[in-house]
């Protein structure tokens, strides 16, 4: 279940529970995507091939409907205000879902792949189609787009390490993981293809997917190979190869009892598995 890169300072043996694999959580769904979890370590996604509700699974590991049907959902985060935020590619838009309940959009007129919402409240978007990823600020009653980068060729899953101070991104085309430096005014700046994905072969493509970080800053992104694990300064400790071989590993989060389980989506399932190192929270 395990391709190892033994020559790295930070090898899986050091993330992976041994006697620990992978266990399916849910099955059923067309595909699976917009993996995300809140504080308390409830874990959520959506159906993205369906017009479904997103699906909480709780700490005692049942399932429930949370919120109303929404159609074509690939990413999931909660912000600091306890609202969920939520990606809507086919609907063209970024909406927040309050207790479950109220659905209120944020923009429209977009095309969101992934986001990640910072600890004070400024959400950034990749866009895949337009080569872009967008900044909004929640705390403006306007809620207005910046464009705060362009020509990563396939932008697609973006996340943040855990001080909250570097934003990365996957490129669903190419091997590079983008790092940036958030600025004081919420713009990118020190743009560096920081971490490099193992590909299948010559000109392949990576498949960049969702990614997260462990509590330790080691960041995990989702690629045609499995889920590649890298130390915080870029080295490439292993792949841990997903629990299905007939279906790629698309989005990820660390969620569960303590953070401690890496929950993945994968084809029309969600499977788990523990960690030696929780996440963070996001």
Known sequence: MVLSCR?????????????????KMASGMKFCDACCTDNQGNFYFADAGSKAPIKRIG???????????????????????????????????????????DLEVIVDNVRPNDLVVTADNHLYFTETFSQRVY?????????????????????????????????????????????????????????????????????????????DVDSLGRYYVCSDLGIQMFDPTARLGGVILGPDPNNSVVSLAFSGEGLRYLYVASGGSIYRRKMKTPGVGR
């Open 59 to 101: 700490l005692d590991g049942k399932i429930s409907d949370f919120g109303p049907p929404l159609q074509g959902v690939s990413g999931l985060q909660f912000g600091d205000d306890s609202l969920l935020y939520i990606c809507q590619g086919r609907a063209r838009r970024i909406c927040a879902l309050r207790g479950g309940k």
């Open 135 to 211: 900044h909004i600020d929640l705390s403006k009653k306007q809620k207005a787009l910046k464009i705060v980068d362009s020509g990563i060729l396939k932008p697609n899953g973006i996340a943040l390490t855990p001080k909250g101070g570097t934003l990365f991104v996957s490129d669903h085309l190419e091997r590079e993981v983008w790092f940036f430096r958030i600025d004081k005014d919420n713009s990118l700046s020190f743009k560096a293809p920081y971490g490099s994905l193992r590909i299948r072969g010559k000109n392949a493509q990576s498949k960049g997917d969702g990614c």
């Open 7 to 23: 020559s790295q300072d930070t090898p899986l043996t050091m993330v992976l529970v041994p006697g620990h694999g992978w266990e």
